[in-house]
């Protein structure tokens, strides 16, 4: 799947990184590349949601990322 959004930190702690899609969607992403790791206003990310994962955070379905390009 294809995704465009923005990057943000979510949750308390240490907190995740999560992509908020332009639908309002979040996804929380699972072991994301050192490049998403930031806030990004726009970012396209192409990957496949993972249905076999529990995370403490949980604050979205879990977007495994394959590979992404940062919009802005």
């Known amino acids: 799947m294809q995704v465009i959004g923005k990057i ?6 240490f907190g ?5 899609a332009e639908d309002g969607t979040i996804y929380e992403l699972k072991d994301p590349p050192q490049e998403l790791r930031q806030a990004i206003a726009k970012v396209q990310i192409e990957g496949q949601i993972n249905e076999d994962v529990m995370t403490i955070a949980m604050i979205g ?3 495994e990322v394959e590979s992404f390009q940062i919009l802005s």
């Not at 943000?8 to 702690?13: R, V």
């Not at 995740?16 to 908020?20: F, K, R």
């Open 8 to 13: 943000e930190k979510k949750g308390f702690g």
């Open 61 to 63: 379905p879990v977007l």
């Open 16 to 20: 995740t990184w999560a992509l908020v």
